[in-house]
Nanobody
Framework: QVHLVESGGGLVQPGGSLRLSCAGS????????MYWVRQAPGKGLEWVSG????????AYADSVKGRFTISRDNAKNTVFLQMNSLKSGDTAVYYC?????????????WGQGTQVTVSS
């Protein structure tokens, strides 16, 4: 059974940093693209970033480009999201998602989410 467990969220002041982690189990982690999406209060889901299996391809939403960095450690079955220069608009629940297929078809299993709050 696939499990994705996010951690690292919390309250941070504007301009601060957080590092989110997502530990995967129940599947061969290194074979799958991984993604981060977020949902701000009262808003829809927003795709944030994605990373391919060997970390050779990284993709970011324009809203986070230059501030967020996605990475992965396949030996530890973990994907990370380093978030710098945080803004109030980054406040959201952040979800880690595994691709539904090794062929990169789109979102599959989701984690439970971790809350990030950017506020002074």
């Amino acid at each position: 059974q696939v499990h994705l467990v996010e951690s690292g969220g919390g309250l941070v002041q504007p301009g601060g940093s957080l590092r989110l982690s997502c530990a995967g189990s129940g599947f061969t982690f290194r074979y799958y693209w991984m993604y981060w999406v977020r949902q701000a209060p009262g808003k829809g889901l927003e795709w944030v970033s994605g990373i391919n299996t060997a970390s050779g391809t990284l993709a970011y939403a324009d809203s986070v480009k230059g501030r967020f960095t996605i990475s992965r450690d396949n030996a530890k079955n973990t994907v990370f999201l380093q978030m710098n220069s945080l803004k109030s608009g980054d406040t959201a629940v952040y979800y880690c998602i595994k691709d539904a297929s090794t062929l990169k078809v789109g979102f599959g299993s989701w984690g439970q989410g971790t809350q990030v709050t950017v506020s002074s």
